[in-house]
């Protein structure tokens, strides 16, 4: 198993089934900017992919999609869903933390949830790997919990000032909006912030 710097057993939470942010359905979030920005479909990057949902959506909108998560359980569901639903994705196991030194930047990244729990542990080391997953040009879509929701459940919190203290050079900030998780069915689940930051240098 990979040795990562974490905020809680990951691997434990899969293979116990105990999945809270695991909604099953694509982020409608994710779709939207896509299609409100009109992002092409080319090289993307997934950062803590779970189960694989958001990957194999991208996957079969015509995105070359590689994604990496820490948990081992996690992407032996995934590369089990990538098969029935017919798509190539290239999974990796690592530490989202201490990765892409070695890889051709990507053109789009997405991360629904890993922000907000990396940075709490190590977000030099997050930050780092958006250095050298990305290039001038990349653009970025973060969905991470928001901290104006008010009830007690949902993902670690932000402020919209840590967000724009945490994301400076090289980057910049295109959007920032508040929105809804979805929770299994497609319910509303907690609010979330939209973050979406291309690299400018």
């Known amino acids: 198993m990979v ?9 434990h939470r899969y293979e116990s089934g105990d999945l809270p942010w695991d909604s099953g359905i694509p982020s ?9 920005q009109s992002i092409p479909a080319g090289r993307a990057l997934e950062l803590g992919c779970g ?4 990957a194999i959506a991208l996957a079969a909108r015509g995105f070359q999609v590689t994604a990496v998560d820490c948990s081992p359980r996690a992407l032996e569901l995934a590369r089990a869903k990538a098969a ?9 196991q690592a530490d989202v933390q201490r990765f892409g030194d070695a890889l051709e ?8 949830g890993c922000y907000h729990c990396c940075r709490r542990v190590d977000l030099a080391g ?5 250095d050298h997953i990305t290039r001038p040009g990349s653009r970025l879509l973060i969905l991470a919990g928001n901290a104006n929701e008010q009830s007690a459940e949902g993902p670690p919190r932000v402020s919209e000032q840590e967000i724009r203290n945490e994301f400076g050079d090289p ?9 809804r998780f979805q929770d299994r069915g497609g319910a509303d689940g907690p609010l979330g912030w939209s973050i979406l930051l291309d690299r400018i240098g």
């Open 171 to 179: 980057f910049r900030i295109l959007g920032l909006r508040e929105f």
């Open 3 to 11: 040795t990562a710097n974490i905020d809680r057993d990951w691997n």
């Open 126 to 130: 997050y930050r780092q790997t958006l």
């Open 28 to 36: 409608r979030e994710l779709f939207r900017v896509l299609d409100e």
């Open 51 to 54: 189960t694989g949902t958001n």
């Open 84 to 92: 029935e639903a017919g798509v190539n994705v290239h999974w990796v």
């Open 105 to 112: 930047p990507f053109e789009f990244v997405f991360d629904r």
